[in-house]
């Protein structure tokens, strides 16, 4: 992604810190040049070329994404696939200085190519653990579509998948078409399980979404939540509570949550006191990074370096990574300073 003139010096800036991803996707994560090499092994000499595939990841809106998102899995089809995506993202993440990921997953997406979710996970794990300097644990995303029975079974199956750094769930998928008032059964369950939870909400739907997250399915993170703008009432809420907000802006601006970047009320939830990070959610199908969202903030949406730093400060506070990690790395935010 190309930036403005003025964000150059705070890309820079913002490169060299330390930094930790909450909301990121696995499978939005590979690297173009990895998933060129995955569709000319599928398709050959039908592949597209480099430029062909990235204006593949161009969107009308979020069900336009949704449909992108399901023809590029269909090149993840065999376990192979997937500790070779993990290889490349990890080293992809790990080049731009980010620590500490909490990365999602969607082992239902693949159950249909006969890809059972233990062995699927053990794949991504294998991975991920081939690339050094960089820890990143796993979020299995139940995907709403599939419905809460399916996602209960997916659950269970993650209660034998701690050891392969399965630490929390979420939902995610077409957030429009399924509320979450039916998963509260399933939350539960995690919830005894001792998992972490999340939930998407308040990106294709709005304050309804967000509230049912909270009160139904009882949270510990949001993932978005960028239409509670829509509801002051959610907004007190959200400060009182201090639940942390998964926001994701660049992708709120590709999928066309907001028109424009400076609508994003991220800024504006920061100042009134909500506990706000920032990630990418999908870099490599929105041409994002991290350090880019960062640079964005403070050149086009007049945040201060102090308060970028709070940002991530907030990224570590709300992870769910052992008291000894935080502790160091609040201290080299600290030295930032």
Known sequence: MSLPQAAAAELAWAEQLPKVELHVHLEGSIPLAALQQLVQKYDGAEAPNAEELAARFRYRDFPHFIETWVWKNRYLRELADFTFISRAVAEHWRAQNIRYVEAFCSPVDFHSRGLPTLKLLAAIRQGLDSVPGIVVQLVVDLVRDFGPDQGARVLEECAHARELGVIGIGIGGSEQTFPPEPWAAVYARARQLGLHTSAHAGEAAGPASIWGALDTLRVERIGHGTRAFEDPSLVAALAERQVPLEMCPLSNLRTGVVKTLREH???????????????????????????????????????QRSEVLQLIRNAVDASWMPAAEKTELHAELAARH
């Open 265 to 303: 009320p991220i800024v504006d939830f920061h100042r009134r006191g909500l506990l706000v990070t920032v990630n990418t959610d999908d870099p490599a199908m929105f041409g994002n990074s991290l350090a880019q969202e960062y640079a964005l903030l403070v050149s086009e949406l007049g945040m």
